[in-house]
């Protein structure tokens, strides 16, 4: 059964760096891992999407092991706006259906 | 490029109406269009996949006759929420799926009062 699991929550301070990390056992072989941020009220926003190995953009890298069963999302300094939702989105194939799933989100709390 | 327009953003409907969202890809051809609900403090949760011509396929728990997916063309996708109820009111956003990958809308907050 495909399935993303992440952390509830996690707690930071400003200035450290964060990683969260989603676990996909059964990801589509062709697919993209993309991370989005959501503050509430507001649809998710794109942060970094990545295939393999590892991403970086301005705002966060992007680390996915070789057997892309995992990734992990790090922010390098975190500041208190950062305070949102994560989630990571992942495709799978179910039933000869592609799915294209969200992750249960890890509330990260950022403290000043 | 990649720029899916979602409206409305905000609806309120009286229950027992029916309120219809509209999901189009304004510069590419969208192949699968997913829509996706979102409860308060919830992740957001896949509903429906749809591919152009062809019908929905709804995920369990989702009844296919209160939500009506059309997807006639590649760059048009619609939801509609028949007789909805309070406890349809939810964020709904949709995701549309090119050569390129996929990319969101900015979501619908239906409110049914």
């Known amino acids: 059964l495909a399935k993303t699991t992440q952390p509830i929550s996690m707690d930071s301070y400003e200035g450290q760096e964060v990683n969260i990390t989603c676990s996909h056992n059964?990801?589509?072989?062709?697919?993209?891992i993309t991370w989005y941020q959501q503050f509430p009220s507001q649809g998710p926003r794109f942060i970094i999407q990545g295939y393999k190995t590892k991403v970086t953009n301005e705002v966060a890298s992007l680390f996915i092991p070789a057997d892309r069963k995992s990734s992990t999302l790090s922010l390098p300094r975190v500041s208190l706006s950062d305070t949102a939702v994560y989630y990571c989105l992942v495709g799978f194939w179910m039933d000869s259906s592609y799915k294209l799933i969200f992750g249960s989100g890890t509330r990260l709390l950022v403290r000043p | 490029g990649a720029v899916v327009s979602q409206h409305p953003s905000r609806v309120i409907c009286k229950s027992g109406t029916s309120v219809k969202i509209e999901c189009r890809s304004l510069?590419?051809?969208?192949?699968?269009m997913f829509w996706y609900r979102q409860f308060p403090k919830q992740s957001l949760m896949l509903m429906a996949t749809s591919n152009e011509g062809s019908k929905a396929t709804y995920e369990q728990g989702v009844e296919k006759d209160k939500f009506l997916i059309n997807h006639a063309s590649l760059t048009l996708s619609t939801l509609t929420v028949t007789s909805a109820h309070p406890e349809d009111s939810s964020f709904y956003i949709c995701?549309?799926?090119?050569?390129?990958?996929?990319?969101f809308g900015s979501g619908t907050r239906l409110t049914v009062v």
């Open positions: 995701s549309a799926r090119g050569d390129f990958g996929y990319t």
């Open positions: 510069d590419f051809q969208a192949t699968t």
């Open positions: 059964n990801i589509a072989t062709n697919d993209y």
